[in-house]
């Protein structure tokens, strides 16, 4: 059912608004990082920027369809820099979703009653904490003049949760299948 609170609805307006840039950012970084050598960094970028997607779509799907005029305020990194200071930059935005943005917008969601809206924020919430901890861990390989070591990045296609070195059996946010993540 779509979501019914003029508030709730803006606030999936906003959060559909930072995630698209959110994807679209990671994969322009993910090119700095192949430029710079930095290929698994790369590879972290891609995986994220598809968790975003996940997201973005989560929050659409839940908005009804309405037409509405909307301004996104992105506290963000705008434009290139060198992939150690692309990292920080993503690192930020993730803790800005985990400690200030989504928390607000489950409280206001879940004192509306509106249940789907409270589920993607809170699936996007969970993934956010996984992906500023895996930024500051290729960021701190990168001022090392390393790249990241890894097998392979997973991520799930229902809540963009992402793990490293193999997909969980089921996935612990939202219970999808092993087999049904994507591999990076
Ligand atoms: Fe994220
Ligand atoms: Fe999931």
């Not at 290929?39 to 037409?67: C, M, P, T």
């Not at 506290?75 to 930059?89: K, P, Y």
């Not at 003049?145 to 089921?170: F, N």
Request: include cysteine.
């Amino acid at each position: 059912m779509p979501v019914k609170n003029a508030m709730t609805a803006e606030f999936l307006r906003s959060a559909f608004g930072g995630e698209s840039m959110a994807h679209m950012r990671y994969l322009v970084w993910a090119e700095t990082a192949e430029k710079e050598g930095k290929l698994n960094v790369a590879r972290l970028f891609r995986a994220v920027s598809q968790a975003e997607w996940v997201h973005a779509k989560g929050h659409f799907r839940v908005l009804g369809g309405d037409i509405a005029d909307m301004a996104v305020t992105a506290g963000a990194v705008f434009g290139l820099r060198s992939t150690a200071e692309n990292l920080e930059g993503a690192a930020m935005g993730e803790d800005h979703e985990v400690d200030q943005m989504y928390p607000a917008y489950i409280a206001v969601a879940e004192a509306q009653g509106e249940k789907e809206a409270v589920r993607t924020f809170s699936f996007a919430l969970a993934a956010e904490k996984q992906h500023a901890e895996l930024f500051r861990k290729a960021r701190a390989a990168v001022l090392e003049g390393r790249d990241i070591e890894l097998e392979g990045i997973y991520v799930c296609p229902l809540c963009g949760h992402t793990v490293l070195d193999g997909a969980p059996d089921k996935c612990p946010v939202c219970g999808m299948g092993k087999d049904r993540y994507e591999r990076f």
